[in-house]
């Protein structure tokens, strides 16, 4: 990764061919082609004019609630007794996660170009909650692609959507979970592409989604930052973690960071029931290069190159794949990896509830207890800056049936 030292590391990559070193591209069938330029040019044209910078900040202050707060996790750091743990509260975003972000984006983006109607598929239901908001605020329509299993997992996410005016479509072919949902979803983009613009649900796909995800979701970043230093004095966190599916969350908050080389960044993989394949969605930790969703990247495949399938108790991290982004930080050494396991986040999401009164995403668990494992392990003069995802009201209901109330002492 060596960065053309006259430009930032977010103007040097990708390069023009939508090439995050040797990951990324645009690897989809010749249809396509024709709305993906359309896309990459109307973006390039439009997002830094002054006018649709101000319809951004506009729906970013009134509709998402931002800037959101950085806190400090006095309780559980002083449990740990180790390094200070601080959070980014995308939990607290107008819908309940970070996703909100690159949906608005998206929408205003749509709007500019004259399209009708935003398509996406969701995993854990907060895309599909998100994108469904941004289409109600921007009068756009919505259709949005769900595997089986995630419509009754989340079923309250998806009375939300339907409520907010968009059509759900629920995938049933495979696993029926997030893969055939966004396999779904890209082919309903090339059928309609004329009218409809793809709102992705994260930083993967072919260029431009990647760069339009990650530029969207710099928001957090930049936020980070600015707020890290105000609250202490000027310094920097030594260390930035965020869970990792495709890297939407991630790429938003290690985008603030990346060019400080004394900032380590953590990438936190599900390593769900265990490692066996198919048993887990820890893609860097166990996965290899191929192509998925028209992207060179990392992915978690068969022998016959098929992605295999995947399990996590975090419907949003089930994914046998990550952005090419991501794939290109980890390959040269500057992300950091880690894998937690159902159980932990499981037991995690009980301790940050009853401990700091918040109760985080299951995604987001696994990026805590990553947190909580290396706060115990350095020394208390040292600041972990935690992505806090989204919320975990779309988890109670699951999380109450299958674990209870979380009083028993092995998981509190
Ligand atoms: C709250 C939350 N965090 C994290 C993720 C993972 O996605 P990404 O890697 O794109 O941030 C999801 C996906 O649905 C999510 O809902």
Do not use: W
Request: proline share 5%; net charge negative; aromatic share 6%.
């Amino acid at each position: 990764m060596e960065p053309n030292s006259q430009r930032s590391y977010l103007q040097s990559y990708p390069n023009a061919e939508g090439y995050f070193g040797r990951f990324g591209g645009n690897h989809y069938p010749p249809e396509l082609r024709p709305a993906l330029e359309e896309l990459a040019s109307s973006y390039q044209e439009l997002h830094q004019t002054p006018e649709f910078q101000d319809a951004l900040n506009k729906a970013r202050v009134g509709l998402q609630g931002r800037p959101t707060p950085i806190h400090y996790l006095e309780n559980l750091s002083n449990q740990v007794g180790g390094a200070q743990i601080f959070i980014k509260r995308e939990d607290l975003n107008h819908t309940g996660a970070h996703k909100i972000n690159h949906c608005v984006g998206f929408a205003l983006l749509a709007k500019k170009m004259g399209k009708k109607k935003l398509i996406a598929e969701t995993g854990a239901g907060q895309h599909g909650v998100a994108l469904a908001t941004a289409a109600a605020y921007f009068g756009l329509e919505c259709e949005v692609h769900m595997g089986e299993v995630d419509v009754a997992k989340q079923s309250s996410n998806v009375g939300r959507m339907q409520l907010l005016g968009a059509r759900v479509i629920s995938a049933t072919t495979g696993q029926s979970a997030l893969k055939e949902a966004s396999d779904s979803a890209f082919n309903a983009y090339v059928e309609q592409h004329e009218h409809a613009l793809y709102a992705i649900g994260s930083a993967i796909g072919p260029h431009p989604f990647p760069m339009i995800v990650r530029d969207f979701q710099a928001v957090v970043g930049r936020e980070a930052r600015e707020q890290f230093r105000s609250i202490t004095n000027g310094s920097m966190p030594d260390h930035v973690v965020a869970c990792v599916a495709g890297g939407s969350n991630a790429m938003g908050m290690y985008s603030g960071f990346i060019e400080d080389p004394g900032v380590v960044l953590h990438a936190v993989e599900p390593l769900g029931i265990s490692d066996e394949l198919g048993q887990h969605a820890a893609t860097l930790s166990y996965g290899s290069p191929g192509t998925l969703h028209g992207a060179r990247s990392v992915m978690l495949q068969k022998d016959d190159g098929m992605p295999a399938r995947v399990s996590s108790v975090a419907s949003g991290l089930a994914y046998p794949g990550v952005g090419p982004e991501i794939a290109m930080l980890h390959e040269t050494g500057r992300l950091s990896i880690a894998a937690i396991s159902d159980e932990e986040a499981i037991s995690t999401f009980f301790r940050m509830t009853k401990s700091e009164g918040i109760i985080p995403a299951l995604e987001s668990a696994h990026a805590l207890a990553f947190a909580i494992q290396l706060a115990s392990q350095r020394p208390s003069s040292e600041r972990i800056l935690v992505n806090l995802s989204g919320r975990g009201d779309k988890d109670v209901d699951f999380v109450l049936e299958k674990y209870g109330t979380g009083t028993s002492p092995a998981l509190s």
